[in-house]
């Protein structure tokens, strides 16, 4: 479309963040670390609460026009939960938000998850900086997909 | 994928298909209330691509009908997101069709923010399935009103009803927005003392309908009677404005808040004032970006090109004058073009 010709530069939206903890789970100081940590990074960030279900997480990040939902899991059920999500989107043909995950996740469950399309999948203590570069560039392939339906 | 097969795909495809960034499709998803149109089309908004931005809103264009636009404003932590997510649902229950917008400030340093506002209404808005969505306030000049502006249209063309839109009513981007609302609603709650006095200055003249939210709260009847003897003192003709006392403990108490908005829009509506500053706000916007696209940017090629003529050194000139004879070059060619059949 004709659209931007005139334009070659504007000023772009920051990448936009659902920050999710889907099932059942109490531990909740980890995903506001988190939260601040994107949010001093440039990003806008949401949280979903508590204890949203998967359905929830979906309608939020579309509602919202996010590019990134990163999912968040302390016990075992991520490998469920995430592929819930992760099914959802790709049945309401979703493909335009990008899934991150992280969490006590063992490296044995990794390949089935990066092939669900859920990358990252990093482990406590691994440095912010990791995270953050990792959801940026994720985004910023979230945000050209966006770009590219015209 | 090998979990997925391909017919199943097609199936979904066929049920949902992907949220459309092309222009007709989102049109027509906004007309019938998809929440993914609607939110695709906030987003390009929110993008500083003006063109973009003017192609969604010239094929919005002229709404069948005008959105009430109610404005909640207050100090942090009053209670605001508590009680649009009661006050939303409770519409939708009278059938009126409602959606949220909340104004987040961002970081002037780093350009982030946590929009914090949703969570805080996120069991309503599931609940009475209403469309919410977060803006940031990035700071740039204007731009959190032009979003705002354009994300109504989108709203209203969607058949809203009634469209609610929160900010904390601190600084000149948040009044400006206030200024979109047909109905300003201010929180207030018991204990504030000196901070209503503060408060006063600005947005209190402004308001329409004033809340003492966390009635649970000890002097919640003191703080209701501060506020009704300042409006006991305002002249008696015209809109008398009231006080309604809110909780969330006690869910019928927004009754009297929904009551209170909906007899404000029908005394708008009695003197043909529904939208009339939103009118004139939604059109300087649209000037603004026409003269952006029409003469600024034209004007700035023009700089640059002389710039490029190798006689010329733009930095011997006085910019004053430079910038004269440009804008009068510019108005002469235009006229040159205009005049010749
Ligand atoms: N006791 C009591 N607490 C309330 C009531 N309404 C809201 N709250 C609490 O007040 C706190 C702030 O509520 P919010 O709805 O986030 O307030 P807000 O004005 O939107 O806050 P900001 O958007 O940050 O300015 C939360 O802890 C709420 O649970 C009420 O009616 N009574
Ligand atoms: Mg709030």
Redesign the pocket.
Known sequence: MAAGKNQSSYKQRPPKILLAKPGIDGHDRGVLVLARAFRDAGMEVLYAGLLPTPEEVIDTAVNEDVDVIAMSLLNGAHLTVFKRVADLMKERGIDDIALVGGGTIPEEDKPALEAMGITGNYGPGTPLSIIIEHVQRRSAEARKKKMEQD | MSTFKGDQRKQGRKRWSRIKTNVSELISGIRENKFASIARAISIIEDGNSVRRKDILRRIGKPEKRSHIVGIT??????????IGNLSSGMMDQGLRTSVLAIDASSPFTGGSLL??RI?MQENLRDANIFMRSLANRGEKGGLSRSAIGAVRILEAAGNQEIII?T?GAGQADLDIMNLADTIVL?LAPGLGDEIQAIKAGIMEISDIYVI?????EGAYFAMKDIEDIVSMDENSGWKRPVVG????DLSSYKSLIDAICSHRKYLEGRNLLSVKRGLMEMETALEDEIDEKITRKLKEMLHNEERKENVNLATEDPYTAAERLLQNFIKIREQSTSSP
């Open positions: 207050g100090p942090p932590g009053i209670g605001k997101s508590t009680l914090g506002n805080r929160e904390v929180v939210n966390k009635m649970d709260r809110t909780t969330n403990q």
